[in-house]
């Protein structure tokens, strides 16, 4: 079965997640919206007659009032609303109307509800504001309950503008009357359905009144009444809400409010078709950043795992930390601090192991040296022992008087072989100590080889040597002068040992810069190129007969390596054409 990377699955569950948050709002739409908006509509149209009919009663408005008051609540609430009896009789000043004032300072209200009905789009096009010089032609109808005549309107003229309405000889039961005045106050609907929502009003007071002996109960009891209603000629559904209110003197007004529902269900459909079109746009775009979401969040998560991945095989060097201020941008810092402790780690691991490695092979080295020196030392040892006790032997089963002196010089020569053996071996035993310490000092190294070539005058002039000092630039030398002389002694005696007879020894000590070169050359027999780095070893002879008159105990330049390197000077044996050479470089 083929594994599925992260990335695909974060981005199917980004897709599902918004498809069921998408289908479930779609779905709430379909079914819920209609039920969910009727009810806020309804509650909060209750809510805002509540608190006008709480004013209309408290405050005892004028007609006026009443009417600006119901005119401002119906445009706030897109809501028809009148003020009636219980027997279903209009008690409010029509909202909608214009208030003229003549030249003798009369004031007169013409209502604009009914005009409206059949000059709406006419009386919007006469553009009528406040201050325009306006006639109105209609009945007279005197109002009881206003300081204010009024009149109800069959034409109305602007000046410059065509008539509004119609001009008839015919009464509506009252005075016939022309009146022409100044617009002082202009109330009209803003919205150009109010028609066939006055209509609907004036439809729904028609079937509701009288009213029924249960509305009237629950009226009489203070109780509200909602209900839905429909008109029977346009089939629109409405809701109708009765609020009474007990007035100050007694009476029981009621204040008959008609909600249009119909448009909810229109915009319910509509939106149904707006969310078809949507929810093809809304996939592809849901896809689209369910693909770039995906992406941004598993690039990290991909990159810190490619460097777990490398960490596996111990590799610290690749990661660079995501530059993110979040979770994700904290743990790659934290890893990347892993990483990085890890690589320091290692790298100090790797290292003690190699140490480590170094320190066994130096123990096994100085563990195998060790048991080389005690085999050579019993060897060098056992032979002028052997000697020894042969010889003494010898004179005590009562050799010959000729040969005692023979037999007494023999055991002296081998007594002193064994006492320089047993020196060379406390010497480098010395060296070789942790504790020991070299006591330093400024000298001249020629002056101190002077003195060591001194000592070796009657040797040089038995082999018929001359020993020729050269030096230049030389150098204060800050070395240990007992260690020193050890040292200058074992080249001139090996140098006087192997030099040919009748031959020069050079000697040559040059400054150079901060440094200070000493080499010795004679002219003799050379040394292997395969052996010249084993004469420094313990006990390592280059004549393979091991003859200690002519090789010495073997430990000398064994020591004189530790006294160079305990004075961390450089050294070395080469051979030349005509013998060997060494050659050590002092530091300053």
Request: hydrophobic fraction near 40%; aromatic fraction near 10%.
């Amino acid at each position: 079965m083929k594994k599925r990377g992260v990335t695909f699955k974060l981005f199917i569950m980004t897709v599902v997640f918004f498809l069921c948050f998408y289908g479930m709002v779609i779905l709430c739409q379909l079914l819920l919206f209609d039920q969910f908006y009727e009810y806020q509509k309804i509650n909060g149209n209750e809510k805002q007659l509540a608190k006008f009919a709480q004013n209309y009663a408290q405050t005892g408005w004028s007609s006026s009032k009443t009417s600006n008051e119901a005119a401002r609540f119906m445009l706030q609430n897109k809501t028809q609303l009148a003020i009636l009896t219980l027997e279903g009789k209009v008690r409010m000043d029509d909202p909608y109307h214009i208030t003229l004032k003549t030249d003798d300072h009369n004031l007169y209200v013409v209502p604009l509800s009914l005009f409206l009905n059949n000059y709406e789009t006419e009386f919007r096009a006469a553009g009528i504001q406040t201050g325009n010089l306006v006639t109105v032609e209609g009945e007279m109808e005197p109002v009881a309950q206003s300081m204010n005549q009024v009149l109800y309107p069959l034409s109305i003229h602007k000046t410059g503008r065509p008539s509004v309405g119609y001009t008839s000889n015919e009464t509506l039961g009252g005075e016939h009357k022309k009146v022409t005045g100044i617009v002082t106050e202009l109330i009209q609907p803003v919205s150009r359905t109010y028609t066939t929502r006055q209509g609907i009003m004036l439809d729904a007071i028609s079937e509701w009144f009288p009213l029924s002996e249960e509305r009237m109960a629950k009226l009489e009891n203070m109780e509200v009444v909602e209900e839905k209603w429909t008109q029977t000629w346009s089939g629109v559904r409405n809701s109708v809400m009765i609020y009474p209110v007990k007035q100050q003197s007694g009476e029981v007004d009621l204040l008959f409010s008609v909600t249009s529902l119909q448009e909810i269900g229109e915009t319910n459909q509509a939106l149904r078709w707006f969310y078809v079109y949507l929810g093809v746009g809304g996939f592809l775009l849901i896809v689209v950043l369910s693909f770039f979401f995906s992406k941004m969040v598993t690039r990290p998560l991909i990159s810190m795992n490619n460097a777990a991945k490398r960490m596996v095989q111990l590799d610290f060097s690749m990661h660079e930390p995501i530059r993110q201020n979040d979770e994700l941008g904290s743990l790659s810092s934290s890893l990347h601090t892993l990483s990085r402790s890890l690589d320091t780690a290692l790298g100090e691991l790797k290292e003690a192991n190699q140490q480590l490695v170094k320190d066994i092979e130096e123990k096994q080295r100085m563990e195998q040296v060790q048991q080389e020196f005690f085999a050579n030392a019993s060897h060098e040892l056992k032979t002028p022992l052997s000697i020894v006790k042969s010889f003494s032997e010898g004179l005590q089963d009562g050799v010959g008087a000729g040969k005692q002196d023979h037999y007494l010089k023999v055991i002296v020569e081998e007594a002193q072989n064994m006492e320089m053996l047993v020196e060379d071996m406390l010497n480098l035993a010395t060296l070789q100590s942790d504790t020991f310490k070299l006591r330093k000092s400024t000298f001249m190294l020629s002056e101190l080889l002077e003195e060591v070539t001194g000592n070796y005058v009657h040797i040089l002039q038995g082999k018929q040597l001359e020993a020729t000092v050269m030096t230049s630039n030389e150098l204060p030398l800050y070395a240990d002068v007992r260690w020193m002389k050890h040292v200058l002694s074992n080249f001139i005696s090996n140098a006087i040992q192997h030099a040919q007879e009748n031959s020069a020894i050079t000697i040559q000590i040059e400054g150079k810069g901060r440094r200070l070169l000493f080499s010795i050359e004679n002219v003799g027999d050379t040394i292997p190129e395969e052996k010249l780095e084993k004469i420094w070893q313990r006990f390592y002879r280059v004549e393979s007969s091991r003859n200690r008159r002519t090789g010495g105990t073997g430990l000398g330049l064994s020591i004189v390596k530790r006294i160079l390197e305990l004075h961390e000077s450089e050294y070395q044996a080469q051979n030349t054409e005509n013998g060997v050479k060494f050659t050590v470089i002092f530091k300053g």
